[in-house]
Nanobody
Framework: QVQLVESGGGLVQAGDSLRLSCAAS????????MAWFRQASGRAREFVAA???????YYADSVKGRFAISRDNAKNMVYLIMNSLKPEDTAVYYC????????????????WGQGTQVTVSS
């Protein structure tokens, strides 16, 4: 069992930056692929970014060049650094983890956090 807890969400203005954190409690954190998804009101949950076991990172086209995912295995933490935020980034952001080989952008990860709200005003 892996438990994930997100934090760092809030209300910001367009163009601002924000860092989300995900704290993982469980064993073998370094063996997990970690990812961030988001779900806006009335929309399906969508892929944002992933940090694979290979240490390669992957991003949705909508956030490339603006967001960055990082992880600290010693602290069992994963982060999402968001820059140049836009109103369309408004959503609940979820941390996810999986030890299985999967398509990174699909929402079939084994473990999920409860989410943290990010609201970007115009």
């Amino acid at each position: 069992q892996v438990q994930l807890v997100e934090s760092g969400g809030g209300l910001v203005q367009a163009g601002d930056s924000l860092r989300l954190s995900c704290a993982a409690s469980g064993r073998a954190f370094s063996t997990y692929t970690m990812a961030w998804f988001r779900q806006a009101s009335g929309r399906a949950r969508e892929f944002v970014a992933a940090f694979a076991r290979s240490d390669n990172t992957y991003y949705a086209d909508s956030v490339k060049g603006r967001f960055a995912i990082s992880r600290d295995n010693a602290k069992n933490m994963v982060y999402l650094i968001m820059n140049s935020l836009k109103p369309e980034d408004t959503a609940v952001y979820y941390c996810a983890a999986s030890q299985r080989v999967l398509v990174l952008s699909t929402p079939n990860y084994d473990y999920w956090g409860q989410g943290t709200q990010v609201t970007v005003s115009s």
